[in-house]
Nanobody, 125 residues
Framework: QVQLVESGGGLVQAGGSLRLSCVSS????????MAWFRQAPGKEREFVAA???????RYNLDSVLGRFTISRDNAKNTVYVQINSLDPEDTAFYC???????????????????WGQGTQVPVSS
């Protein structure tokens, strides 16, 4: 059974940085794309970034604006997202996700079968 566990969230001031981590277990991590989504209060869940099985990143450029960097460490079964220049608009609940099939990268959250419990990132102004 695939399990994803996020960490690294917490209150941060505007302009600050944060690195979120997501440890995966239960599948051959290196064969799977991994993604980060977020959901702000009162808004729909939004794709933030993904990284495929080769390590190639994809970003939601509208929201990321060059401030987010996704990476993965296959030896640690972990995917990260580094967030710089945080803005109060980045306040959201951040979740990592994995698709059911290997070597598949999706942007639609409905195509992801496995989700972590999420981590809250409040950004104060």
């Amino acid at each position: 059974q695939v399990q994803l566990v996020e960490s690294g969230g917490g209150l941060v001031q505007a302009g600050g940085s944060l690195r979120l981590s997501c440890v995966s277990s239960g599948h051959t991590f290196w064969d799977y794309a991994m993604a980060w989504f977020r959901q702000a209060p009162g808004k729909e869940r939004e794709f933030v970034a993904a990284i495929d099985w080769t390590g190639t990143p994809r970003y939601n450029l509208d929201s990321v604006l060059g401030r987010f960097t996704i990476s993965r460490d296959n030896a640690k079964n972990t995917v990260y997202v580094q967030i710089n220049s945080l803005d109060p608009e980045d306040t959201a609940f951040y979740c990592c996700a994995s698709p059911r099939l290997p070597e598949t990268l999706e942007y639609d959250s409905s195509r992801y079968d496995y989700w972590g419990q999420g981590t809250q990132v409040p950004v104060s102004s």
